[in-house]
């Protein structure tokens, strides 16, 4: 059965810092994985979706990666802003037919001003 | 660009009172998920609907019923509420082969009293 961990749980961090969110999964055959961003009571937002053929995926100020052989990915979010203050989920999905993605439990990241 | 919306945003219940929340997918996207997020926990899958089938079904209480409709939209009726029914509950929909991954609505909070 597929676990997904998120390290660490919290994070503050002054604003401008570059920081780094990460996500583990326990089985390495994942079809894709998906980053989202949740803000408190707030549906969640596509961030980044990289294919499993894929090292990485960037956009703007956010770089994800994907190790799918140690069954890793890290979340790069460089020069923090306030703004950035969020839950961030990863999510996989199998390749064992079902569609469906897991999640992790989340990174509650805060920046202060 | 459309993007998956879900109704009511909020409903406020009483114990062992019916809800049904709407899900309408986004355009050509043939496969709808519901997840349920109770209070700092992640999103677990409830069900998901392909072609207007179940294709899957997670932790599903057996007082929830959904179906996906000629339209692809999809509902999501639960009965006997309780207390612990009280949560967000999260409609994605995506292409089959989710190579564009998933698309989230802002989610339904439940409220149950």
Redesign the interface.
Known sequence: KQEVTQIPAALSVPEGENLVLNCSFTDSAIYNLQWFRQDPGKGLTSLLLIQSSQREQTSGRLNASLDKSSGRSTLYIAASQPGDSATYLCAVVGVSGTYKYIFGTGTRLKVLA | AAGVIQSPRHLIKEKRETATLKCYPIPRHD?V?WYQQGPGQ????LI?F?EKMQ??K?SIPDRFSAQQFSDYHSELNMSSLELGDSA?Y?C?S?L????????????T?LTVV
């Open positions: 496969t998920y992640d999103p677990q899958f998901s392909y294709s899957d997670g967000l999260f994605a995506s089959r082969d989710l190579v564009t991954g998933y698309t989230f609505g802002s989610g909070r």
